[in-house]
């Protein structure tokens, strides 16, 4: 059984703080890592894809690759008010369908 | 960019009616689509991946032939839920890759949110 495991939170921060999400996945064979948000009632956004081992930046978001230890992470600085959503981790093989995690809540207070 | 609409966006409607979600791929063809379900509170589950010209490929636990699914060109594919019963109430989301094989995310539609009385 292919898993993806994520802290369900809810994580809470103060604004401009940094937000760090996390995620473990099973499938070592994963070759596609993404971060998606989602608010309430709405389709999962694209915020991060990364493939290889590393740091991979946009704007005020980090995604960290760890093939080795199975793992993922997402860095938010400067965090917002409208960052406050869920999180979704997924990986995936080249083509393949996502696997998700159950998402973490994150909220950041103004 | 490339762009996956969805319609309906919301249903509501009585319990033993069929429900026919769309999904097209508005810029790109895709040859494979993937529908997802989503219960209030919980993360997406894959309910089956939509092969265009062939048979669609269901997940454990997903009865096809309570969800039909159709994938008649490279730019739709359909979601039926026959008989719909109110545990069948749920948030359904389509997705599709642009490019077939390689890295590239995928691209969500904006959901079906479906009610049954």
């Known amino acids: 059984q292919k898993e993806v495991e994520q802290n369900s939170g809810p994580l809470s921060v103060p604004e401009g703080a940094i937000a760090s999400l996390n995620c473990t996945y099973s499938d070592r064979g994963s070759q596609s890592f993404f971060w998606y948000r989602q608010y309430s009632g709405k389709s999962p956004e694209l915020i991060m894809s990364i493939y290889s081992n590393g740091d991979k930046e946009d704007g005020r978001f980090t995604a960290q690759l760890n093939k080795a230890s199975q793992y993922v992470s997402l860095l938010i600085r400067d965090s917002q008010p409208s960052d406050s959503a869920t999180y979704l981790c997924a990986v995936s093989q080249a083509g393949t369908a996502l696997i998700f995690g159950k998402g973490t809540t994150l909220s950041v207070s103004s | 960019g490339a762009v996956v609409s969805q319609h309906p966006s919301w249903v509501i409607c009585k319990s033993g009616t069929s429900v026919k979600i769309e999904c097209r791929s508005l810029?790109?063809?895709?040859?494979?689509m993937f529908w997802y379900r989503q219960f209030p509170k919980q993360s997406l589950m894959l309910m089956a991946t939509s092969n265009e010209g062939s048979k669609a490929t269901y997940e454990q636990g997903v009865e096809k032939d309570k969800f039909l699914i159709n994938h008649a060109s490279l730019t739709l594919s359909t979601l039926t839920v026959t008989s719909a019963h109110p545990e069948d109430s749920s948030f359904y989301i389509c997705s599709a890759y642009q490019g077939a094989g390689s890295n590239q995310p995928q691209h969500f539609g904006d959901g079906t949110r479906l009610s049954i009385l």
């Open positions: 810029d790109f063809q895709a040859t494979t």
